[in-house]
């Protein structure tokens, strides 16, 4: 009986380990190196348990190849449509990953945490421009 609740998990090659999700919306949870950034982030990754994460993995070289574009515009986004405190510096701890080809018309997640001030940004980004943002204090 207990094994019917065992989690499914996965060591994908971008990804990282990585641990499914099941239920209503299907998607891998797990944290890897970001390599634009040089930093271990948290990547949420649309696709059920057998997927092969092909157009994940493209997206994601997308995303990472064009990261000094996009960058940019999305700090642009915040900073207009928030009350962005002064001095914070935006460092990024997670993304979520469609699976999808990147192009205008995918929807992905792109969060921030702010330091000093704690608070956290998500910006829901629709292919390389920022759609909106949204705010929440770090708890």
Known sequence: ????????RRDD???????FMGGNVE?????????????????????????NMKQQHQFYEVVSSRWRE??????ERVRLETDFTAGDELSISS??????????????????????SGHIWSVQMKGSKPASVEFDLNC
């Open 13 to 19: 090659p971008v990804f990282g380990r990585m641990l």
């Open 1 to 8: 009986m207990f094994g019917w609740f065992k989690r499914i």
């Open 27 to 51: 998607y891998w949870e797990g944290k890897a190196h970001f390599s634009p950034t040089g930093t271990e982030i948290e990547f949420f990754v649309d696709g059920e348990a057998d997927s």
């Open 95 to 116: 993304m979520s990953i469609p699976d999808a080809l990147f192009s205008d018309h995918a929807d992905w997640e792109v969060s921030f945490d702010a330091e000093p």
């Open 70 to 75: 996009l960058l940019p515009q999305i700090t």
